[in-house]
């Protein structure tokens, strides 16, 4: 006679780029997540929510990696076989929102929204298929006032977060910019569309393949550490040097901000001293030959006040159109950053006070043509929110933390469900990354919240009574007024020792003991685990352990919430 076949035992493991989260995690995240809407709240924007699912062709094709199959997405065809795929960020559903419901909206419309987003990516260390976005956008303003409200609000939300100034700057640079360049070396037209999005997605990835890797992928292409090849773009050694001059303008960023002002010189040797006050920006942006004109008029040297104020960015303008022959769209591109740049200077966000040439400036928005954002969908201004302080990398030397989040304008999206130009912006936060940050600089919790009350039965016929006195605790006002405040019924076995260990694992503050004869009297065992652990420590033997009943005592059911609240704000819990 055969044995049975003994039943197959499923594998219970994680899928590859996905991640479990704990209660510490989670409870941190919610805090940080409060944090930001009362932000964005605070600048007028409103909620709203998607599905996780959207039509294929909603989401479009805007991925910066489109190295997988599906275009990147996770896809499915449903039961009338149209295709449905996971949404890949939050900004391409809110475009088919408000295209469904645009006559119904407030124009412009401000909203806010957060979830988790999915990418069919490879996955790497830091690198997931699963991750947490917090967005907010303007859809229906078409001035760069909105792009540069945005970039005030991402500064504000960091500081709200903890973030002190000088560990954090909004970088800011123009879609416009970037294909006046490229327009420049030779590649415009629709027949180089291909390759000036391969050429945006090399540059993108300067932070995390350096100088090399950036010039492999303009050039051939490159293999990874794994042996994966990425086709590169194919473009000229002159070309790819035109086009790293745009990275070279992150160096001179990174030595303003630590203070490097002497070394600024040998890569930038004109700091702009002009009053803000006294610059016309009509005057200063009109065609490409005026513009150069009073680009070159505005650039003064001044040895002797190597300040660098914020109009330091006007200056950047400047030097930007001497790098490269300009063309309409890169003036486009440059008038655009100098209107937001007016802005900045007409609020705290373009101030730096007390700045001098033995201190870092503390910029918090700064325009630099270095910042690519790789999404295709991106038509005019793009910002980068980057964290400045170093942390320990793979190999253990210090680096940047970079990038937790970034957005620009894009005035297309919404137009492909509408059939007329709908101008948009916005921004959205890496949540999961800015946690991370946050962790580092110890402003997010790292510790798992503590546990509930638990009220342990010591048989299971006592368990409608326990539930009658948990159910009181819940209702409790004096309990209730207390933050996080929860209470429950052990369900397990094993009694009290059961109980106890269980309320261990849960982090519990305290635990109510009840067996017959205190259910007979009306009464409880109230039992301070905290204190009771540091009073077993100075225990040495078992039968002393057992000779004491440590931090407990006895109390009447009527005296039960004020005995639980005592405990619980003495040991500043919950």
Not at 6 to 11: D, E, S, T, V
Not at 99 to 105: I, T, V
């Amino acid at each position: 006679m055969t044995k049975p076949d003994k039943p197959h035992r499923l594998n219970a493991r994680l899928p590859r780029g996905f991640a479990d989260r704990g209660p510490a995690e989670i409870a941190a995240t919610r805090d940080m997540l409060e944090t930001i809407r009362r932000v964005y709240e605070r600048y007028g924007f409103e909620a709203v929510e998607t599905p996780a699912f959207e039509y294929t062709e909603a989401l479009g094709k805007f991925l910066p990696d489109q190295d997988r199959p599906n275009e990147g997405v996770f896809s499915l065809k449903d039961d009338d076989e149209q295709w449905l795929s996971l949404r890949y960020d939050l900004t391409a559903p809110l475009a088919r929102f408000v295209a469904e419901n645009f006559d119904r909206l407030p124009k412009p419309y401000r909203s806010y929204r957060t979830g988790w987003v999915f990418r069919n990516e490879k996955p790497g260390p830091g690198r997931f298929r699963q991750f947490m976005q917090f967005d907010a956008d303007t859809v229906g303003a078409g001035s760069v006032a909105a792009d540069a409200e945005i970039c005030m609000m991402a500064a504000d939300t960091l500081e709200a977060l903890g973030i002190a100034r000088g560990d954090y700057v909004i970088k800011v640079n123009n879609r416009k910019v970037l294909d006046g360049v490229m327009e420049a070396i030779g590649l415009s037209g629709n027949e180089n569309a291909g390759r000036r999005l391969t050429v945006l997605r090399a540059l993108d990835k300067y932070d995390r393949l350096e100088e090399a890797g950036v010039r492999a992928l303009l050039g051939e292409g490159r293999k990874d550490d794994s042996g994966d090849y990425t086709k590169g773009a194919n473009l000229s050694k002159n070309q790819i040097d035109l086009l790293v001059r745009l990275l070279q303008f992150k160096e001179i960023y990174d030595k303003i901000q630590t203070g490097n002002y002497e070394d600024v010189d040998t890569h930038f040797p004109n700091p702009l001293t002009t009053p803000p006050s006294t610059w016309d920006p009509d005057a200063y942006v009109g065609d490409a030959e005026r513009m150069r004109a009073k680009a070159l008029e505005v650039q003064k040297v001044n040895p002797d006040n190597k300040t660098y104020p914020y109009s330091f960015g006007i200056d950047i303008l400047g030097e930007l159109s001497l790098l490269f022959p300009l063309n309409d769209t890169l003036a486009a591109g440059i008038r655009e950053l100098a209107d937001m740049e007016v802005c900045f200077q007409q609020t705290s966000f373009a101030d730096i006070e007390g700045a001098d040439t033995s201190e870092a400036c503390p910029l918090r928005i700064m325009i630099d043509p270095s910042v690519v954002r790789g999404l295709e969908y991106y038509t005019g201004p793009v910002f980068e929110a980057e964290l400045t302080f170093e942390i320990a990398g793979d190999d253990g030397r210090p680096v940047r933390f970079g990038s937790v989040g970034g957005g620009g304008r894009y005035d297309g999206l919404v137009s492909r469900f509408r059939g007329e130009k709908v101008p948009a912006t916005g921004f959205s936060i890496g949540v999961s990354r800015l946690a991370a940050a946050l962790q580092k600089l110890g402003k997010l919790a790292a510790a798992e919240p503590p546990g509930p009350v638990v009220v342990v039965p010591r048989t299971k016929e006592l368990a409608p009574h326990c539930m009658r006195l948990v159910q009181q605790l819940r209702e409790d006002a004096s309990l209730r007024a207390l933050p996080g405040f929860a209470a429950e019924m052990y369900l397990g076995t094993g009694s009290f020792k059961g109980g106890l260990r269980y309320a261990d694992k849960r982090r519990c503050v305290v635990a109510i003991m009840i067996g017959e004869s205190e259910a007979e009297a009306g009464k409880a065992v109230v039992k301070d685990l905290i204190e009771g652990a540091e009073q077993a420590k100075a225990i040495e033997t078992n039968a002393e352990y057992r000779a004491q009943r440590l931090a407990q005592f006895e109390v009447a059911e009527a005296e039960l919430a004020g005995a639980i609240r005592d405990i619980l704000v003495r040991h500043h819990t919950p």
